[in-house]
């Protein structure tokens, strides 16, 4: 089992590129959701999917857009990349909203 | 606005002792609080999930307790093993976003 496949693993950007992070599962989990982790602050929501075609803002949005036009993949975008994204990105996936989640295994991204 | 804490956030125990963590919520109204393992540089494991009409969820040599009157959970772990090294994140599903601690570091020596 692929579980949740993210990609890629490692990524540096130069400040104002734009790039997207992949996510896709194979469990036919309706609820996928995008979080970061960072030093000292614990993981935080980003954006969030309760299916396809329907998405909506998490805890820290900013500069990142999502979309969902199929129930496997959940892609991503940074629109222009700043060092504050610094960060590692993990992408969840659960049949339900309240269901057991399951992580992929992060993307470290490096902004400079 | 829900926070999470988890103390301590590292721990240290020779192998075999049994240990717990612990992991308090400040607001009661969740759906669910479930316990992760983190490896370094790698993803999230899920560990065991515990739905709010629940008392506690046993997994092999893992107990995990919630106690939501008193906003608190315990993750025991039995006869701890060095592969038991990583660290432990306990989150609670509020509203649409699973709210996280800070993490315990566990080290378990041989």
């Known amino acids: 089992n692929a579980g949740v496949t993210q990609t890629p693993k490692f990524q540096v950007l130069k400040t104002g590129q734009s790039m997207t992070l992949q996510c896709a599962q194979d469990?036919?989990?309706?609820?996928m959701s995008w979080y970061r982790q960072d030093p000292g602050m614990g993981l935080r929501l980003i954006h969030y999917?309760?299916?396809?075609?329907?998405?909506d803002q998490g805890e820290v949005p900013n500069g990142y857009n999502v979309s969902r036009s199929t129930t496997e993949d959940f892609p991503l975008r940074l629109l222009s990349a700043a060092p504050s994204q610094t960060s590692v990105y993990f992408c969840?996936?659960?049949?339900?909203?309240?269901?057991?989640?399951?992580f992929g295994q992060g993307t470290r991204l490096t902004v400079v | 606005k829900q926070e999470v804490t988890q103390i301590p956030a590292a721990l240290s125990v020779p192998e075999g002792e049994n240990l717990v963590l612990n992991c308090s919520f400040t607001?009661?109204?969740?759906?669910?609080l479930q316990w992760f393992r983190q490896d370094p540089g790698k993803g999230l494991t899920s560990l065991l999930l515990?739905?709010?009409?629940?008392r506690e969820q046993t997994s092999g040599r893992l107990n995990a307790s919630l106690d939501k009157s008193s906003g608190r959970s315990t993750l025991y772990i039995a006869a701890s093993q060095p592969g038991d090294s990583a660290t432990y994140l306990c989150?609670?599903?509020?509203?649409?976003?699973?709210?996280f601690g800070k993490g315990t570091t566990l080290s378990v020596s041989s």
């Open positions: 989150a609670v599903l509020a509203g649409t976003a699973l709210i």
């Open positions: 607001d009661s109204a969740i759906y669910n």
């Open positions: 999917s309760v299916g396809a075609g329907i998405t």
């Open positions: 969840a996936s659960s049949t339900t909203m309240n269901t057991e989640a399951f």
């Open positions: 469990m036919n989990h309706e609820y």
């Open positions: 515990i739905q709010s009409s629940q």
